[in-house]
């Protein structure tokens, strides 16, 4: 994983800093994120009656999968900044779920470095403007303002 120094990240603020690789939605993640939010809605779960019941032609991925996907695609796309540790979720800004995500469709995140605040603590506040992109449609799966937290490296300290 690459590092960078906060100062260059700072140079950075309103560019692009990093593409997620791509990442096909299966059946199974989806049926294992049903299992594990206890959301069995047929749309996601039962392959035939989508294809019958839907405009879909088969099940889709629950936003919230997508949603959580995003914290594997930016450990693999965005650089880690030095001197900090765990990254944490702070939350999200207009959140948007564009177009549904097809089972076996791939997908994949580009994300944009909106504002980078080190705070008096020493944590590093970072907000990302992202889109999640569906390969092959022109319309994004998700749009968001991301907030993290990327709190400072306590290796080494005592405890």
């Not at 907000?127 to 490296?153: C, F, G, V």
Request: proline residues 4%.
């Amino acid at each position: 994983m690459k590092m960078i120094s906060i100062d260059d990240a700072r140079e950075l603020v309103g560019q692009e800093v990093g593409v997620s690789e791509w990442r096909m939605v299966t059946q199974d993640m989806i049926d294992k994120f049903a299992d594990a939010t206890d959301d069995h809605q047929f749309i996601h779960t039962d392959p035939e009656r989508a294809a019958k019941e839907t405009p879909y032609g088969g099940t889709i991925a629950h936003g919230f999968l997508t949603l959580s996907l995003l914290s594997t695609m930016v450990f693999e796309a965005v650089p880690r900044l030095e001197g900090t540790g765990m990254g944490v979720n702070f939350g999200f800004d207009k959140i948007r779920f564009l177009n549904p995500v097809k089972c076996g469709a791939r997908i994949r995140t580009r994300f944009h470095l909106a504002e980078l605040r080190v705070r008096p603590s020493g944590i590093v506040e970072v907000h990302y403007d992202l889109s999640m992109e569906i390969e092959n449609s022109m319309k994004p799966a998700i749009t968001a303002r991301w907030l993290t937290l990327a709190m400072p490296d306590r290796t080494g300290e005592d405890a």
